[in-house]
């Protein structure tokens, strides 16, 4: 039967880029993104070492403004972004009523009434139909531009010389996680120093019409510089190594923002209800049923989502993202463990197809960039 | 496109036989599929596989596949180089990126697997 579509797939504005350059492409979050290009590991490497460029396009853009914004923000959320300075940026999550996770996100303030919340792909629709609901009665108007933004990243140590003589944003100026308003290649474009990659780097929102012109520039201004386009599969191998959590595998429904280790975020004193504020408060006094944890697999194989962690014959957990971790050279892993099992130097074990193969709790992050001297 | 000396299996691993020893890896589109291997898993030696059971693992940065035998027999030697080398498999998967030496135990199972045009045909419609 035709005109009945199960679900859409949506394709970035710069797949035709990508299939030029020999991307492999897969079905992520409802979109047809770019995998790898020359290889994960080839890109990884870059990222960590010069540069690398990331087409994000499938994440959610979601505007909310009006003179209530902030207030119902922070009735929403589980922080509270009427702290943010304007120009500036704080990581948030989604809450449900009973403290579940429906989506991590980044919360920027682009003026006293104007906010851009960025969600994930697959949560996009969620977080917007919540977000209309949730702002319901106040005066602030939600802008799902989801569909009609791009989002391009340049990640790494050479970034702001790539990006640099692109742009009138002051670069120097701009501190992490804060957002400037500018030009990129003469192109109107929000620039915000976050990334999702444990290096120092730039992600910048276009109108999604804009965004070929913009990657091109930025594939121009990398050259000599050692820059690579890199698809989601090195963007997971640098997230893992950087300790940071991926919506689907270390968040969901079933977990907390204290389990995930997240609890900093969460504001119980902000001073006004939000949903999953009971439920949290519950968390924060009585502490977490699990808890997040890295692994370093000391034995040899890889741990692999879904394995599961046991300390001697007691069942504890399972991992729940695993890689053969490309800077560090050995297999590294995060995992929900039993909050006793939880300290670093703790030996468990994972079950890597019918063996146990022991695996040591360690500190996140795996990776933390060398400062600049 | 595939070298003409080898049998295939629809799985993605290649053979060549001389005499009644077999030697086993995958192919160059299975290699490239998988993307980086950082991680191959071989039985050891004088341990017996049987045709088309899976005899390892291999695993790139992204995701674990299983490894089927193209023939069965008797392990005589695994690569044992791959374990600091897992990478040979993606730059040389049909020479230094091999993985078993089987002593063949039924020649006649050469029969069941694919010509090297037939696993071209597979790999061109996949």
Known sequence: MTGLIDHELHETPLVERHRALGAKLIEFGGWLMPLQYSGIL?????VRERAGLFDLSHMGELFVEGPEAGRALAAALVTDPRALAVGRAHYSMLGAPDGGILDDLIVYRLAEERFLVVANAANSRIVSDALAERLAGSRAVLDDRSLAMALIAVQGRRSVSILGPLTDVDLAGLKYYAIAEGKVAGI??????TGYTGEDGFEIFVESGRSDELWAALIESGQGQGMLPCGLGARDTLRLEAGMPLYGNELDPGTNPFEAGLGRVVKLDKGLDFVGRAALEKV?????AKRLVGLIVRERG????????SNGDRQTGHVTSGTQSPTLGVPIAMAYVAPEDAEPGTILAVEIRGQKVAAE??????????RES | MVPTDLRYTKDHEWVRVEDDVATVGITSYAADQLGDIVFV??????????????FGVVESVKAVSDLYAPLGGEVIEANTELSSKPELVNSDPYGAGWMLRIRVGDAGQLGELLQPDAYDE?????
Do not use: C, K, M, N
Request: net charge positive; aromatic share 8%; charged share 20%.
């Open chain 1, 42 to 46: 080839d890109e990884h490497r870059a």
């Open chain 1, 188 to 193: 109107p474009a929000l620039v915000a120093r």
């Open chain 1, 284 to 288: 924060a006094r009585e502490g977490p």
């Open chain 1, 302 to 309: 890889i741990a692999r989502s879904g394995y599961a962690v």
């Open chain 1, 361 to 370: 709790v360690v500190p996140l992050p795996f990776y933390r960039r060398p």
């Open chain 2, 41 to 54: 898993e071989l039985p050891s030696q004088g341990s017996s596989v049987e045709q088309f059971a899976t």
């Open chain 2, 122 to 126: 597979l790999t061109a419609t996949s």
